[in-house]
């Protein structure tokens, strides 16, 4: 539950005083039946049947043009478009939420794990390094850095959209994974007798 801001708070922050009560508002002006469908999204997005991703979507759409400037619907809303592969909607909604709101680790994180399976790794690389900067426990610092590991292994295999290189680069990948594969194999010694 948010605290109340004091006087003196809400002079240095104004913006902070008028965001604070109405993402609360906003967040919890959801039907019971968006909140089942967000809960089974967060638990498991594969458990969404069709309609009920499309019902999400939705009534979060609803949602956010009722409150535009709440960074957290846009979020939610770009999460969902995401589970319901609607990609350039969801980077949309995304991008929103981050210009809502720069400081958000999981609106970074999001948006920078958009990228990354979307294959654009300098924009998932920077999202993330963002997400990382703005992580304030373990947890979040966790789950930057898992992210961060992925889009560096991306990047040595050279697995991004447009980042496929030359032919003698493909082929010297494949040449590296024989030979890797090779080296993992046991030897074994072959009677010439």
Known sequence: ?????????????????????????????????????????????????????????????????????VSELRLLLGMALCVNLDAQAAITELRESVRLEPN???????????????????????????????AQNLPQSELARRQASSIRAMKREGIERGGYGTPLQRLGRSVRRLWSRHADEPSVPIDLS
């Not at 009560?21 to 039946?33: I, K, N, Q, Y």
């Not at 089942?36 to 997005?45: G, Y």
Request: charged share 25%; with cysteine; net charge negative.
């Open 104 to 134: 958000s680790f999981i609106a970074q994180l999001k948006m920078g794990e958009l990228w990354m399976r979307l294959r654009v790794v300098d924009k998932a690389e920077e999202h993330t390094r963002m997400a990382a900067m703005l």
């Open 1 to 69: 539950m948010p605290e109340l801001m004091n006087s003196e708070s809400m002079h240095k922050h104004p913006s902070a005083a008028l965001t604070a009560p109405v993402s609360s508002v906003a967040l919890a002006s959801f039907s019971r039946e968006t909140q089942t469908l967000l809960l089974r999204m967060f638990s498991d997005p594969y458990l969404l049947e069709k309609h009920e991703r499309a019902n999400l979507i939705q009534d979060l759409r609803d949602c956010a043009a009722q409150f535009p400037e």
